[in-house]
């Protein structure tokens, strides 16, 4: 058994493996294996979830649970120039990827971006661009069964 984070996480990861710029370089970590070889890549992970009784449990019926999950999906490009773009393009196609697997493989009820940041880190031979999307994600289990979305 699994918590239905792993599974949301784990389901993050294939769904967002293969994307057009990006290819296979979709990691679970947030130690990202940075390396010429790998870029442009991505890193996912869960930062945080919020908790919420949706339900008054009773002796024998365990309350229901909103959750509501915090999926970083963190975007590295290296190059002298267009690396702007490159995001950008990585952008969009995870957005397409997520519309098209919107529930996450039926765990979530729904799937937001609410932010995006980007920034460059210009020390190396070739700057290496960074890009953040924060992914909201709303799931429902019962109270002691986190392994089993409802």
Known sequence: MSHVRKLIR?????????????????????IYPIATASLPGLAIYT???SID???M????????QLRNLSLTVEIFVKGLLGYDDTVDQ??????EALEADSTL???AESVTINTFTSDFFGEADQPLGFASLTISVQYQTKEGSPDIAI
């Open 10 to 30: 784990d389901r993050a990861v294939l769904t967002l493996s293969g994307l057009a710029t990006t290819g296979a370089n979709a990691f679970k970590t947030r």
């Open 47 to 49: 930062k945080d979830e």
């Open 53 to 55: 009784h949706v339900s």
């Open 57 to 64: 449990g009773s002796s024998g019926n365990p309350r229901m």
């Open 90 to 95: 990585i952008c969009l196609e995870i957005e």
């Open 105 to 107: 493989g039926g765990y």
